[in-house]
């Protein structure tokens, strides 16, 4: 399972796959690795969430960083690695969770709406940091905390995205985003799921020419 600033780098886009059923993880996963995801987040309030962080694992370790999202419980971290998961998102910044991670070999990502819980989560070790909710923090927000964090900090915004929103966020210093219910509703199919992601993963491509992007 590739690490998670190298699953990041090709399409810096995490296909958030709330209320995805275990049955349905193996087409849903293979409509987004054909579009070119690397990073697959499936949220514990979804059912079975273990099982269909296993199944997507299973089938796509090579190709893709599997992960959960939702995580607020640190005893949950070890249930995800377990299961084959490399990842560890949450909606808020819990060192707890983080520390967890960090001591179990799993990337983190926690969610973060202030500079004062940006840094908290670094000096905790977050991996990179969740900006969310993105419909709160604007580009402006983002380019705020670009010029104080650490250069290298991977930012992703999160919350409210679509293909015609990355532009700003990206030019603000956004490294990438983190989408839910524009790319995954459970009652669509993986054909509707494959034009979703290749929408999203087309907009990106269209932005690449920001040099630099993930190569700090």
Same mark, same amino acid.
């Given at each position: /399972?590739?690490? &998670?600033?190298? !699953?990041?780098?090709?399409?810096?886009? +995490?296909?958030?796959?709330?209320?995805?059923?275990? =049955?349905?993880?193996?087409?849903? @996963?293979?409509?987004? +690795?054909?579009?070119?995801?690397?990073?697959?987040?499936?949220?514990?309030?979804?059912?079975?969430?273990?099982? %269909?962080? =296993?199944?997507? !694992?299973?089938?796509?370790?090579?190709?893709?960083?599997? @992960?959960?999202?939702?995580?607020?419980?640190?005893?949950?971290?070890?249930? +995800?690695?377990?299961? @084959? @998961?490399?990842?560890?998102?949450?909606?808020? %910044?819990?060192?707890? #969770?983080?520390?967890?991670?960090?001591?179990?070999?799993?990337?983190?990502?926690?969610? +973060?709406?202030?500079?004062? =819980?940006? &840094?908290?989560?670094?000096? %905790?070790?977050?991996?990179?940091?969740? /900006? &969310?909710?993105?419909?709160?923090?604007?580009?402006?927000?983002?380019?705020?905390?670009?010029?104080?964090?650490?250069?290298?900090?991977?930012?992703? !915004? #999160?919350?409210?995205?679509?293909?015609?929103?990355?532009?700003?966020?990206?030019?603000?210093?956004?490294?990438? &985003?983190?989408?839910?219910?524009?790319?995954?509703?459970? %009652?669509?199919?993986?054909?509707?799921?494959?034009?979703? !992601?290749?929408?999203?993963?087309?907009?990106?491509?269209?932005?690449?020419?920001?040099?630099? /992007?993930?190569?700090?």
């Amino acid at each position: /399972m590739p690490p &998670f600033r190298d !699953a990041l780098s090709p399409l810096p886009l +995490v296909a958030i796959l709330r209320g995805l059923k275990p =049955e349905n993880a193996e087409a849903i @996963g293979g409509a987004l +690795v054909e579009a070119g995801f690397r990073i697959i987040e499936v949220p514990l309030n979804s059912p079975c969430p273990f099982e %269909s962080i =296993e199944r997507l !694992a299973k089938a796509f370790a090579r190709q893709a960083l599997i @992960g959960a999202g939702t995580v607020l419980d640190p005893d949950d971290v070890g249930r +995800v690695r377990d299961a @084959g @998961g490399g990842l560890i998102v949450m909606p808020h %910044s819990d060192p707890a #969770v983080i520390a967890r991670s960090t001591e179990l070999g799993l990337a983190c990502t926690p969610g +973060v709406a202030t500079p004062n =819980e940006a &840094f908290a989560a670094l000096k %905790s070790g977050a991996t990179g940091l969740k /900006m &969310f909710p993105a419909e709160n923090l604007p580009p402006v927000v983002v380019k705020a905390w670009r010029a104080v964090l650490p250069p290298d900090t991977i930012l992703l !915004a #999160v919350g409210g995205i679509k293909p015609d929103t990355m532009k700003p966020y990206v030019e603000a210093g956004a490294d990438g &985003f983190g989408l839910g219910s524009a790319l995954f509703s459970p %009652s669509a199919s993986p054909a509707e799921v494959r034009e979703s !992601a290749r929408r999203f993963a087309e907009a990106w491509q269209s932005l690449r020419a920001r040099s630099g /992007m993930l190569t700090k």
